[in-house]
């Protein structure tokens, strides 16, 4: 059964680098991985995607591993306002076609 | 990126009845979706709002509990028929980015909705 599964906490410090990993044994070979950030009472808001290897913005990175069975999120020099809860969405395949599914969010806490 | 609004931003309804749920997009976009997030829990894709088809809903959802209605390419309703305790939940939709994609989506605030 294709799972995708992240830590459900994670805590850091103020300027320390943030690496927020999601494991997802089945994907769909053609589509992308996703990252998402989520305030309380606010949607979603997308921070990275990536197909495979390396991608980097201005605010993030994303590493996936040749076999995309995971995906890492790393946040550098984390500060207070990173404080939120992180998920990947993934293309998991079935029998209808290709099925959106979130992980189940890390909620990462930056302390001062 | 896109701006969207969602109405009402909460509510709370007695078992038995129904809540309609609006979005608006302030641009035109091809994908709309709509989710279900239970407080404290990840988002689940209820359905796939097709303008001027019927939507395709996820396994688990079906369109006589979840009517979907995407009369044109900016706005979207959901309802939530026969409502009870167990539909208590934050109910969010979306739109697809750049090139009418899935995977860059824009989220709405979310309709939180309480069942007595």
């Known amino acids: 059964l294709a799972k995708t599964t992240q830590p459900i906490s994670m805590d850091s410090y103020e300027g320390q680098e943030v690496n927020i990993t999601c494991s997802h044994n089945?994907?769909?070979?053609?589509?992308?991985i996703t990252w998402y950030q989520q305030f309380p009472s606010q949607g979603p808001r997308f921070i990275i995607q990536?197909?495979?290897t390396k991608v980097t913005n201005e605010v993030a990175s994303l590493f996936i591993p040749a076999d995309r069975k995971s995906s890492t999120l790393s946040l550098p020099r984390v500060s207070l306002s990173d404080t939120a809860v992180y998920y990947c969405?993934?293309?998991?395949?079935?029998?209808?076609?290709?099925?959106?599914?979130f992980g189940g969010g890390t909620r990462l806490m930056v302390k001062p | 990126s896109a701006v969207i609004s969602q109405k009402p931003s909460r509510d709370i309804c007695q078992r038995g009845t129904s809540l309609t749920i609006q979005c608006q997009v302030d641009?035109?976009?091809?994908?709309m979706f709509w989710y279900r997030q239970q407080p404290g829990q990840s988002l689940t894709l209820i359905a796939t709002?097709?303008?001027?088809?019927?939507?395709?809903?996820e396994s688990g959802f079906v369109i006589d509990k979840f009517p979907i209605s995407r009369p044109n390419l900016t706005f979207s309703t959901l309802t939530v028929s026969n409502m009870s305790p167990e539909d208590s939940s934050i109910y969010l939709c979306?739109?697809?980015?750049?090139?009418?994609?899935?995977?860059?989506?824009?989220f709405g605030p979310g309709t939180r909705l309480t069942v007595l």
């Open positions: 979306s739109v697809g980015g750049q090139g009418g994609g899935y995977n860059e989506q824009f």
């Open positions: 089945n994907i769909a070979t053609n589509d992308y």
């Open positions: 990536g197909y495979k």
């Open positions: 969405l993934v293309a998991i395949p079935n029998n209808a076609g290709n099925m959106l599914t």
């Open positions: 641009s035109q976009v091809t994908m």
């Open positions: 709002a097709n303008q001027g088809s019927e939507a395709t809903y």
